[in-house]
């Protein structure tokens, strides 16, 4: 009901709008003609005593002139002026748009006819055409001499710029309704939100409405730059002000700094730019790349908002260098031609792939060695093997060959790291689990697939201890290793 009722409202509106015509379109309107002024004004105290028409009166004088204040710009139509004397001498109209003028000559009535014995009434109309045109707020009537006038009345039309078809003209200053987006008193600017064209009033020919910013709908205000229009070659000045939604430009069209145009969403929504959520220990700044959302990022630092290290870079806990480089030797260990995990060679071949292990007694019993130890360099050592610098810092389970504590040398296949069975990382603590299977040389320290290193965790001491004791005890006899040791038992 009420959106029919709507509609039918709007359709009337339409139809009888005579500022635009029935397709929509604008065209060129006018206000009403109406009464803008009547009786006898202040400078004309003593008005005629008499009623209009009942013959000539004692002298009711307008000493020489007589000013009419209108307060505000009309179109004039025509003066008429009713005289209750004969007519004066002379009449000169003229017109000011201000106060005190300047003035301008509007018609001068040089001969009157003669001496009436009757009232006189005089009118003057504005000529038809626009040059003829005569926007007044005062007008002014001399006389050439006394005159007794009975009243005056002054017609005219709202100055609207041919933007309104209708008008408050009681209001001081008038108002017109203005139409075609345009606003002010007498139409004589264009709204806010519609300042991509220079105002200019309707004519005939041409209605010039005024047209919208394109603001993408983050701003209701633009303001007009003529040398932007001049540039555009005459087809948009408008300059959006006040973005919203994050948004910023002339046409509030790309992201403020710190946000970034996300591309799932149109560019006229309100999500059409996100927060850049730069990480505030990876990223240089908060300000992100406006298209990519791309944070900048501080050296070895990768990721959209600088949160993760990239390849060859390890975190640190230095806020100022959060990711620092890989020694150089891992990273080539890691990338050694010939294997990598994903190579048929590599099928099958590390035994264990998981990174935890079940330490029984039994298993403890088995191993070679059971080392704390971190690894503290890499070092290419031939084509088939690696050398890693490493301190044994505690033994618990010792070989028949005795480790010593302390830094020396482990070697590992080289093929056993680059098919990552061992997973070793310069400056860390391990629980190194050895066997002796395919050891060349029983005195080295060999660490191979058929072993296991895990990053050491200190609660693992005190278990690896009591197996230690039971071992000692004997716990371990009986329980086979699965390979004989060569060395003699002490
Ligand atoms: C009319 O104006 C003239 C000149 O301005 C002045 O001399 C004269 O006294 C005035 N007469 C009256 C009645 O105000
Ligand atoms: C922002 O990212 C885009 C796309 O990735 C790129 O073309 C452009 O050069 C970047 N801008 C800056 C200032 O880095
Ligand atoms: C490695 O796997 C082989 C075959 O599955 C097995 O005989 C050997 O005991 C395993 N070694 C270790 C240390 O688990």
């Known amino acids: 009901m009420s959106v029919t009722f709507v509609l039918l409202l709007f359709l009337s509106q339409a139809t009888s709008d005579p500022c635009y015509d029935p397709g929509g379109r604008p065209r060129f309107c006018l206000p009403p003609v109406t009464q803008l002024a009547g009786g006898v004004m202040a400078s004309c105290p ?63 009535r040089p001969a009157w006819p003669g001496v009436l014995g009757a009232p006189e009434r005089v009118t003057f109309r504005s000529p038809p055409g626009p040059k003829a045109k005569v926007v007044v707020s005062h007008l002014r009537v001399e006389f050439g001499g006394q005159a007794g006038l009975a009243a005056a009345g002054v017609r005219g039309r709202c100055q609207c710029h041919g933007h309104a ?27 806010p939100s519609h300042r991509d064209w220079p105002w200019r009033p309707a004519t005939p020919q041409h209605p ?32 959006c002000e006040r973005c919203r939604h994050h948004t910023a430009g002339r046409h509030c069209h790309y992201c403020q700094p710190g946000f970034w145009r996300d591309p799932s969403q149109s560019i006229t929504s309100r999500k059409a730019c996100k927060a850049c959520q730069c990480h505030p220990i990876g990223a240089t700044g908060g300000t992100c790349n406006q298209t990519s959302g791309q944070c900048p990022c501080k050296l070895g630092v990768t990721g959209l908002t600088c949160n993760r290290c990239g390849p060859g870079y390890q975190q640190s806990r230095s806020p100022r260098m959060p990711c620092q480089r890989v020694p150089e030797a891992t990273t080539t260990l890691a990338t050694t031609p010939g294997a990598s995990r994903s190579d048929p060679q590599c099928q099958n071949y590390c035994n264990v792939s998981d990174t935890s292990v079940h330490m029984s007694l039994q ?4 191993q070679d060695y059971v080392l704390h ?36 040398d482990a070697w590992v296949p080289r093929v056993d790291l680059a098919c990552g069975c061992l997973r070793l990382r310069p400056g860390t603590d391990y629980l190194l689990l050895g066997s002796a299977a395919g050891d060349p040389d029983p005195a080295r320290l060999v660490l191979d697939r058929h072993g296991l290193a895990l990053p050491w965790r200190p609660r693992w001491a005190r278990p690896l201890r009591r197996l230690q004791q039971e071992e000692r005890a004997g716990g371990c006899r009986g329980l086979r290793p699965p390979t004989p040791s060569p060395g003699p038992e002490h």
Do not use: I, M
């Open 208 to 239: 010039h409405p005024c047209l919208p910013c394109s603001c993408n709908q983050h701003a209701r205000r633009c303001r007009f730059n003529s040398e932007l229009f001049r540039l555009s070659g005459g087809r948009s000045g408008g300059v």
């Open 46 to 108: 003593q008005a005629c005593a008499l009623p209009a028409g009942s013959g000539p009166g004692p002298a009711a004088t307008c000493n020489s002139s007589l000013t009419l204040d209108l307060d505000g710009p009309f179109l004039l139509t025509s003066v008429s002026l009713r005289f209750c004397t004969p007519g004066p001498p002379a009449l000169v109209l003229s017109a000011a748009w201000a106060a005190g003028g300047p003035w301008r000559l509007l018609w001068r």
């Open 373 to 408: 130890a971190q690894v503290l360099t890499f070092e290419v050592a031939g084509s088939a093997w690696r050398r890693l610098a490493v301190r044994v810092l505690a033994v618990y389970k010792q070989r028949a060959q005795p480790v010593r504590r302390g830094s020396q």
């Open 363 to 366: 298993k403890y019993c088995q």
């Open 165 to 191: 078809a209708r008008c408050a003209a009681r209001t001081r200053p008038p108002r017109c309704r203005c139409r075609h987006h345009t606003t002010g008193p007498g139409c004589e600017s264009c709204r």
